[in-house]
């Protein structure tokens, strides 16, 4: 609908929308909960008396000296966070035992925020809060809880910190605390929050939360609030301009029982930004925004600076200036990145990326000649694992012993990497018939054997070595010449185990220095073929080699591993200029030892929508990325699972780099090659509700399906909305127990081979929100992995 006379409601005072009038919309609001009463953990200390605190079990600690004080600002909301005045004198966080904090009175919460941290050193680990409602309805909100610190990844926070105490002295890695945001049903006032029980260890500490409220009257229509104007590094070429995206997020906050046409926008809105030399170039629509939702545009902007102020304008379908949101500060598009933290923490993951949602990664080396793991372990870490430990205990020692003997040893591999049967154009073709839209491939492991010419860094590698070939240079110019849509990576692991050079820097399972022969055989001392004398590992070794995958190979994803040391800002102010000279936007994971654009859990994913970005990796095989021979293929991910974990990753705000293992001749097998391709099918005529998609603020998923029914996944673009059903439906009907953005004279079609279906006929049941869709059995049984609707919104 239009909006030529809405009221907008907040705090006690409303303003109108009227013809001829921009009305100013309230600031987003954000309301602290004391936790004071329920502090009973102490997480920071002064560098005077570090032993003060105990916020691991473990005797570790926070510096006080790095930690904001009092009513604390984060993500544009104010009056966020209440923090304690001082850090060193007393209790200032809550350690998750299972307590309720009630608030003041029954209040209708449009989102909820966390200010907390966990105190282990790994992955992060679900924490399930639970929301407690006055119709005696309650509801879990998965909080993944990343830890405060993590040896291998530097995390992006909201608060980092240079070090922190433990009892033996000071920890240099980064260390954090983190904010994440929820929206919160509100079909009902919020009583109470119950914390996450007790754990014994990787304990969720919570810091600070706030809420959001809603507006309640919705007697005058939505009740809109800009919720950020988020000035980003990303750009897009618009009539040889290069324009700067603004992330502009516009909520209505009105509760989600209110939800109607009159409270909703139903027509085109147009999002623009003007103030401090900013011009818009390209603004945002809006279609759909429902009460409880919040909607979020790309506004393409010039003129932007540092310092200065700019205001969101919103316009009707008729063009007139119906609000105008209070200023937000600006940031202008980073033309050159600079060798430290402060500039390069700004890089996030270009348009390309957050559009692709599907990559291919490929674990292709010398580890595909023996191909072989027992259940549960990487066989592309063969060449450690077989020394874990070096006897009859060691399942990998065992085969290698009856399998080649105690002679032979890893290099003894090498001639067998031949890639005889690799075909670049083959490969591409494929990766593109399945429906990604970018591919990873290792370029070198762990092992130290690269797939590219490491020039005189080194000549253990595809080039000096088995195959004689530039494997990584066939791949990427093939997919730029073949496939120029499908985007490039390289994985690249900073450490190698045995690696001579490396014995200074080693750490962990990643000692450097010479392997010992697993069977106690002469040499005792395994050989590092291909090495070539360098001064310093680093220097000589790992930084020229990632110079070279940025600036020759023109790599598109610099996806590290593990870590470590490394001159990863330096390598990063290269690849991004580089790329920028270019035209080219670039991306890298949280692996390189600097702030990341995204985050990597591995055979993990995500329960709950996760604002910042996200990469799930996993191979086809249940446990192993390089090829293992010793699983059945019966055992890999089908096109079922392929595509239902796809679209759950996708619906809360992730990709999905899905992994398959060459042979070590370079052919990807038929089982591994038939289950993408099945995948690929769904996805070409599904794909909308997949790519180039949003995650639905409200919520990923129908929090209540049907008995005996997986629930249904939810993902958005500017004019439609996707319900995808991973559970057959039947009777002719598919129930969503969740009030959707779904309106009288929206159609709704089921997404099949032969092209979507004509409009089907549905409901919304008034009081509940329940929306039952009619779809005809015969349609339902043509089609395999997932069942997609499409809601395509009316505009009137």
């Known amino acids: 609908m239009a909006i030529p006379a809405v009221f907008l409601l907040f705090s006690g005072f409303f303003t109108r929308f009227l013809p001829g009038y921009a009305a100013v919309l309230p600031k987003y609001p954000s309301q602290a909960l004391p936790l004071t009463s329920l502090f009973n953990n102490k997480a920071a200390a002064s560098v005077g008396n570090p032993g003060s605190a105990n916020f691991d079990g473990a005797g570790g600690a926070y510096d006080s000296q790095f930690l904001p004080t009092g009513s604390w600002e ?225 506004v393409f902007v010039t003129g932007a600076t540092t310092n200065g102020n700019a205001v969101v304008q919103i316009r009707d379908s008729t063009g007139e200036i119906v609000a105008t949101s209070e200023e937000f500060p600006t940031s202008p598009l980073v033309e050159n990145y600079t060798p430290d933290t402060d500039s390069l923490s700004m890089h996030e993951t270009p348009s390309w990326w957050n559009a692709a949602k599907y990559g291919i990664f490929i674990h292709w080396g010398v580890y595909s000649t023996p191909a072989w793991a027992p259940p549960s372990e990487y066989a592309e870490w063969y060449d450690w694992d077989l020394r874990q430990p070096p006897n009859a205990s060691n399942p990998t020692w065992v085969h290698h012993l009856e399998t080649y003997g105690e002679h032979v040893i890893y290099d003894d591999f090498i001639p067998d990497f031949t890639a005889s049967k690799f075909n670049a154009s083959a490969w591409v073709d494929l990766f593109d018939r399945a429906g990604a839209k970018y591919f990873v491939l290792v370029t070198k492991h762990h092992d130290g054997f690269a797939l590219f010419d490491t020039g005189n860094t080194t000549h253990r590698n595809s080039v000096q070595l088995g195959p004689k070939r530039d494997l990584v240079s066939e791949l990427l110019q093939t997919a730029k010449a073949e496939k120029p849509d499908l985007h490039r990576g390289t994985y690249y692991s900073l450490p190698e185990w045995f690696s001579p050079d490396f014995a200074k820097y080693g750490f962990g399972s990643w000692p450097g220095g010479l392997a010992h022969n697993a069977f106690n055989v002469s040499p005792a001392l395994e050989p590092y073929t291909g090495r070539l004398d360098i001064d310093d590992y680093i220097e000589d070794l790992q930084f020229p080699q990632m110079i070279d995958l940025a600036v020759t190979y023109d790599t598109e994803i610099m996806w590290c591993d593990i870590g470590g040391p490394n001159k990863s800002l330096d390598f990063a102010a290269t690849f991004y200029n580089h790329a920028m000279s270019q035209g080219r936007q670039v991306t890298m994971n949280d692996r390189c030892g600097i702030l990341p654009d995204f985050d990597t859990p591995e055979y993990a994913t995500f329960g709950s929508i996760q604002p910042a970005k996200w990469e799930s990796s996993e191979g086809m095989d249940p446990f192993s990325y390089g090829l293992n021979t010793a699983t059945n293929a019966s055992e890999y991910k089908n096109g079922t699972t392929i595509i239902q974990t796809l679209v759950d990753i996708v619906s809360k705000n992730g990709n999905y780099l899905l992994d398959i293992g060459p042979t070590a001749e370079g052919e990807i097998i038929a089982p591994m090659m038939n289950n993408l391709l099945d995948a690929g099918s769904w996805l070409n005529f599904a794909g909308d509700c997949v790519y180039d998609t949003g995650y639905w603020f409200p919520g990923s998923q129908d929090p209540n399906p049907q008995a005996n029914t997986a629930p249904a996944r939810f993902t958005t673009t500017p004019t439609t909305f996707c319900i995808v059903a991973f559970t057959q439906p039947i009777g002719g009907k598919l129930t969503i127990n969740k009030r959707l953005p779904v309106l009288t004279g929206d159609d709704i079609v089921f997404l099949r081979p032969q092209g979507p279906s004509a409009p089907l006929t549905w409901n919304v049941d008034e009081n509940s929100g329940t929306l039952v869709i009619n779809i005809p059995e015969s349609e339902v049984m043509a089609v395999d992995y997932a069942w997609a609707f499409q809601v395509h919104y009316k505009l009137n």
Do not use: C
């Not at 909080?143 to 993590?150: E, T």
């Open 74 to 298: 984060y993500d544009g909301l104010t009056s966020q966070f209440a923090l304690p005045s001082s850090w060193d004198e007393n209790e200032d966080n809550v350690l998750a035992q299972g307590q309720v904090l009630r608030l003041q009175e029954p209040t209708f919460v449009h989102e909820l925020h966390f200010l907390y941290a966990g105190d282990g050193t790994g992955a992060p680990v679900e924490s399930v809060f639970t929301l407690n409602f006055a119709d005696k309805s309650s509801q879990q909100v998965d909080l993944y809880a990343k830890n405060w610190w993590v040896w291998a990844n530097i995390n992006r926070a909201a608060i980092i910190t240079p070090y922190h105490f433990e009892k033996t002295g000071i920890n240099l890695n980064k260390t954090n605390m983190f904010e994440w945001s929820s929206s919160v049903p509100s079909e009902s006032p919020l009583e109470s929050i119950t914390f996450p029980p007790a754990a014994t260890s990787n304990r969720m500490h919570v810091f600070g939360l706030s809420i959001t409220p809603s507006t309640t009257d919705a007697s005058n229509g939505p009740a809109l609030s800009v919720r950020r104007a988020r000035f980003t590094t990303r750009w897009q070429d618009i009539n040889g301009v290069r324009a700067q995206a603004v992330e502009v997020t516009l909520a209505n906050l009105l509760p989600g029982s209110t939800l109607s046409q009159n409270t909703s926008i139903t027509t085109p809105h147009t999002v623009e930004l003007v103030g401090s030399g900013v011009q818009t170039v390209s603004a945002g629509v809006i279609n759909r925004l429902v009460p409880a939702d919040q909607a979020r545009v790309d």
